[in-house]
T-cell receptor, first 116, second 114 residues
Framework: AQTVTQSQPEMSVQEAETVTLSCTYDTSESDYYLFWYKQPPSRQMILVIR??????QNATENRFSVNFQKAAKSFSLKISDSQLGDAAMYFCAYRSARGSQGNLIFGKGTKLSVKP | DAGVIQSPRHEVTEMGQEVTLRCKPI?????LFWYRQTMMRGLELLIY????????DSGMPEDRFSAKMPNASFSTLKIQPSEPRDSAVYFC????????????FGEGSRLTVL
């Protein structure tokens, strides 16, 4: 079974600085999708960024980028120019590409604090 | 467009009472998921539906939990009888067929069982 591990329960960053959140996963499959979700205090889960495993190029969304290392099964999230609104729980998630309707497997999350 | 709509946002009930949580997925989405979030266990998949049919309910804790999806625009998660250990935030999410399969989440229902 696939698993997703986030080894940092909490992280802290100074406003305007850069922070990297770690995620590793375990799978025997070669085709899959990876996601980072943000959960602010409002509780709603919001998609931050996605990566298709067959793409070598790392995904980027404005200040958010990933470092996808397929061989190492690593999928870290980098947040540049951190803002106070980035403070939230961040969840890494995995989905198999086999079949069209499989569910997402989530890590336990990393709580990010942003200091003014 | 409206997102995934869940109700109630908050529910406080006493042990032994029946609890019903409701979800309206995004129109056109054909898969619906129920997750439970707790501090101890994180986000756990309870059950998911494709085209209104339950596909995987292996995450449903026990017989006290049941879920239905009578049509494409409505689903319920019922707990009967409720217990204090059921206290959690319950999320409903939906997605469309194909693509990367990202989930669109509702705002969650926070359940407290006293």
């Amino acid at each position: 079974a696939q698993t997703v591990t986030q080894s940092q329960p909490e992280m802290s960053v100074q406003e305007a600085e850069t922070v990297t959140l770690s995620c590793t996963y375990d799978t025997s499959e070669s085709d899959y999708y990876l996601f980072w979700y943000k959960q602010p205090p409002s509780r709603q889960m919001i998609l931050v960024i996605r990566q298709e495993a067959y793409k070598q190029q790392n995904a980027t969304e404005n200040r958010f980028s990933v470092n996808f290392q397929k061989a190492a099964k690593s999928f870290s999230l980098k947040i540049s120019d951190s803002q106070l609104g980035d403070a939230a729980m961040y969840f890494c998630a995995y989905r198999s590409a086999r079949g069209s309707q499989g569910n997402l497997i989530f890590g336990k999350g990393t709580k990010l604090s942003v200091k003014p | 467009d409206a997102g995934v709509i869940q109700s109630p946002r908050h529910e406080v009930t006493e042990m032994g009472q029946e609890v019903t949580l409701r979800c309206k997925p995004i129109s056109g989405h054909n898969s619906l998921f129920w997750y439970r979030q707790t501090m101890m266990r994180g986000l756990e998949l309870l059950i998911y539906f494709n085209n209104n049919v339950p596909i995987d309910d292996s995450g449903m804790p026990e017989d006290r939990f049941s879920a239905k999806m009578p049509n494409a625009s409505f689903s319920t998660l019922k707990i009967q009888p409720s217990e204090p250990r059921d206290s959690a935030v319950y999320f409903c999410a939906s997605r469309t067929r194909g693509g990367s399969g990202e989930l669109f989440f509702g705002e969650g229902s926070r359940l407290t069982v006293l």
